[in-house]
């Protein structure tokens, strides 16, 4: 569903999206490019936030939409094999 959601996304960022014909999100204008690009895992990401230590309250991953369970912490995303492009 996310690669769907980020595909229709990325038209409203090119201006390509029917509701928002024009829109530039997309750098062209100078601007930031707000578009996703599954290449380069720094476009995209999603928010932790952890109940277990209080130094794991808010973090910011990027290169993963995955979430881990309640109560896992960010020791989660350090198997290198299995998220080779996070970053937190």
Not at 5 to 11: K, S
Not at 21 to 44: H, I, L, M, N, W
Not at 49 to 78: C, D, N, T, W
Request: hydrophobic share 30%; net charge negative; with cysteine.
């Amino acid at each position: 569903d996310l690669e769907d959601v980020c595909r229709e996304y990325n038209a409203f960022c090119e201006g390509r999206h029917p509701l928002y014909p024009g829109a530039s999100f997309d750098g062209r204008d100078g601007g930031s490019d707000y578009r996703v690009d599954f290449e380069k895992p720094q476009t995209f990401g999603t928010l932790y936030r952890g109940v277990a230590q209080a130094s794991e309250a808010e973090a910011v991953i990027f290169g993963s939409f995955e979430q881990p369970e309640l109560g896992e912490g960010l020791e989660f995303y350090k198997d290198a094999a299995r998220f080779p492009n996070v970053s937190v």
